[in-house]
């Protein structure tokens, strides 16, 4: 998005990037950026340190100027600054928990917000120039204040929401947090005074992904059940929807691809093991489908990672249940240990891409090919 932007404006362009720390490998800077990187997708120090420069960046500008901001799923984490009663710790206690629990990423970005200097409009507030948010979303529904918490949004929820949201999923959180999100009112940064000067549009999401997918499969004379980029709910949940979903289009006996996006939660136990939501995802549809033929699927994340582990996420055929079998595995004690991703690397099906450099949350198909 940097290089888009240089090439754009040329000279004219500088700036600041922060990238996650996995992005490393074969990181190129255009000329005139600085580059930085931070922790995903919990914040530590380095994010801590990137939001300092993103605070320093924007109010160093002048009215004449304007800020560009290129935004794009991670942006949360990338970026950390708590309010002052609360230690960084804190916060990453707070955020892992959130992670680790059922919440959506909308309950998750409005407490994360609420606890936070520079988002929820905080990046905004800082910079006397005009902004234009142009940005990748990762979010269901693509609503550009909750992408990366909304550093250049104004946001609407009020503290009492925040606290309902911890309550819900049993969140224990320090002193010091339940301090910080006392009272009613909405956090406001003072935004809304940039609202005349303020404008966002949404780039590329998780649709993105998806038509291109769809084109693909039109390429191969693939009906196509397009589910939208908006699904969610409990991954082992979803999984059982979707096997019923498929058996019950192989009986009509025409090759359909299910494709849908979004982002499924996850309640993982004391001591989970390696995977994510996508890898629990499929070795639920695998359970479900219990070896059914003609239904293959593929579940991963699109940034590369799916959780712990380093993969991106899974993908199987009808006969990994004989695979599993051959090796002497249960996939129900995988599943119910969240050891997802440890399944597949020994059945087979493991799906490993790196690093892909962007970010349009879960992609997730289901090949429905009747014989």
């Given at each position: 998005?940097?290089?888009?932007?240089?090439?754009?404006?040329?000279d004219?362009?500088?700036?600041?990037?922060?990238?996650?720390?996995?992005?490393?490998?074969?990181?190129?800077?255009?000329?005139?950026?600085?580059l930085?990187?931070?922790?995903?997708?919990?914040?530590d120090?380095?994010?801590v340190?990137?939001?300092?420069?993103?605070?320093?960046?924007?109010?160093?500008?002048?009215?004449?100027?304007?800020?560009?901001?290129?935004?794009?799923?991670?942006?949360?984490?990338?970026?950390?600054?708590?309010?002052a009663e609360?230690?960084?710790?804190?916060?990453?206690?707070?955020?892992?928990?959130?992670l680790n629990?059922?919440a959506?990423?909308?309950?998750?970005?409005?407490?994360?917000?609420?606890?936070?200097?520079?988002?929820?409009?905080?990046?905004?507030?800082?910079?006397?120039?005009?902004?234009?948010?142009?940005?990748?979303?990762?979010?269901?529904?693509?609503?550009?204040?909750?992408?990366?918490?909304?550093?250049?949004?104004?946001?609407?929820?009020?503290?009492?929401d925040?606290?309902?949201i911890?309550?819900?999923?049993?969140?224990?959180?320090?002193?010091?947090?339940?301090?910080?999100?006392?009272?009613?009112?909405?956090?406001?940064?003072?935004?809304?005074?940039?609202?005349?000067?303020?404008?966002?549009?949404?780039?590329?999401?998780g649709m993105?992904?998806?038509?291109?997918?769809?084109?693909?499969?039109?390429e191969?004379?693939?009906?196509?059940?397009m589910?939208?980029?908006t699904?969610?709910?409990?991954?082992?949940?979803?999984?059982?929807?979707?096997?019923?979903?498929?058996?019950?289009?192989?009986?009509?006996?025409?090759?359909?691809?299910?494709?849908?996006?979004?982002?499924?939660?996850?309640?993982?136990?004391?001591?989970?093991?390696?995977?994510?939501?996508n890898?629990?995802?499929?070795?639920?549809?695998?359970?479900?489908?219990?070896?059914h033929?003609?239904?293959?699927?593929?579940?991963?994340?699109?940034?590369g990672f799916?959780?712990?582990?380093?993969?991106a996420?899974?993908?199987?055929?009808?006969?990994?249940?004989?695979?599993a079998?051959?090796?002497?595995?249960h996939a129900?004690?995988?599943?119910?240990?969240d050891?997802s991703?440890?399944?597949?690397?020994?059945a087979?099906g493991?799906l490993?891409?790196g690093?892909?450099?962007?970010?349009?949350?879960?992609?997730?198909?289901?090949?429905?090919?009747?014989?």
């Amino acid at each position: 998005m940097a290089h888009a932007a240089r090439n754009h404006y040329g000279d004219k362009a500088t700036g600041l990037i922060i990238a996650p720390d996995t992005h490393r490998e074969n990181a190129r800077t255009p000329d005139g950026f600085e580059l930085m990187f931070a922790s995903h997708p919990v914040p530590d120090e380095t994010s801590v340190a990137a939001a300092h420069a993103a605070l320093e960046c924007a109010g160093q500008l002048h009215e004449d100027d304007l800020l560009l901001v290129l935004m794009s799923g991670g942006s949360s984490a990338l970026l950390c600054m708590p309010v002052a009663e609360v230690s960084l710790e804190e916060k990453r206690q707070v955020t892992r928990q959130l992670l680790n629990s059922a919440a959506t990423i909308q309950e998750i970005n409005c407490v994360r917000k609420h606890l936070s200097r520079i988002k929820g409009g905080g990046l905004a507030a800082a910079c006397p120039a005009p902004l234009m948010t142009l940005a990748i979303s990762d979010v269901p529904g693509d609503d550009v204040a909750l992408i990366g918490s909304g550093p250049t949004m104004r946001h609407t929820s009020s503290r009492a929401d925040a606290r309902a949201i911890l309550r819900r999923y049993h969140i224990s959180a320090s002193a010091a947090v339940a301090r910080a999100l006392e009272g009613e009112h909405h956090k406001d940064h003072g935004v809304h005074s940039q609202a005349h000067r303020s404008s966002s549009k949404i780039v590329a999401s998780g649709m993105t992904a998806l038509h291109a997918a769809e084109a693909k499969c039109r390429e191969q004379q693939l009906e196509v059940l397009m589910l939208g980029d908006t699904v969610q709910g409990e991954a082992v949940a979803l999984a059982e929807e979707h096997a019923r979903l498929a058996k019950k289009l192989y009986r009509k006996g025409k090759p359909i691809c299910i494709l849908s996006g979004g982002e499924t939660s996850l309640s993982l136990g004391p001591s989970p093991g390696t995977g994510g939501r996508n890898s629990c995802y499929a070795l639920a549809l695998a359970i479900a489908l219990d070896g059914h033929p003609g239904i293959w699927a593929l579940a991963a994340d699109t940034d590369g990672f799916d959780g712990v582990g380093g993969h991106a996420g899974a993908q199987f055929g009808p006969d990994i249940h004989d695979n599993a079998r051959g090796v002497r595995l249960h996939a129900e004690e995988f599943l119910d240990q969240d050891n997802s991703a440890a399944f597949f690397a020994i059945a087979g099906g493991l799906l490993v891409t790196g690093a892909t450099h962007t970010n349009v949350n879960d992609f997730r198909a289901v090949l429905v090919m009747p014989a």
